[in-house]
């Protein structure tokens, strides 16, 4: 029979791998298995983003790629951010 752990412990166990902590350790400290820290991780980067977690691997694996697809969207928009301010600043110093 699974074990069944309260939404709490969950949320407690995300937020120790989230401030830092190593899946490997958080899953020895709290007596959990790997796989169950790293459902509860992925789903909670579901949320994040507003998305509700699911248990069909097809909607998953959808998911997954939607979440990739984020993350090198911000990725760039960070490197077009950082562009757009190095040339606004080369217009403002006087010339040498």
Request: charged letters at 35%.
């Amino acid at each position: 029979m699974p074990k069944i752990y309260s939404d709490e412990f969950k949320r407690d166990a995300v937020a120790m791998v989230a401030a830092g902590s190593l899946q490997k350790k958080v899953c020895r400290d709290l007596g959990i298995s790997k796989t169950a820290l790293q459902t509860w991780v992925r789903d909670d980067r579901f949320r994040s983003h507003g998305m509700i977690p699911s248990t069909d691997p097809d909607e998953r694996r959808e998911m997954t790629a939607a979440l990739r697809r984020i993350r090198e969207l911000e990725m760039e928009n960070e490197v077009l951010r950082r562009a757009a301010a190095y040339l606004s600043q080369a217009h403002i110093l006087p010339p040498k």
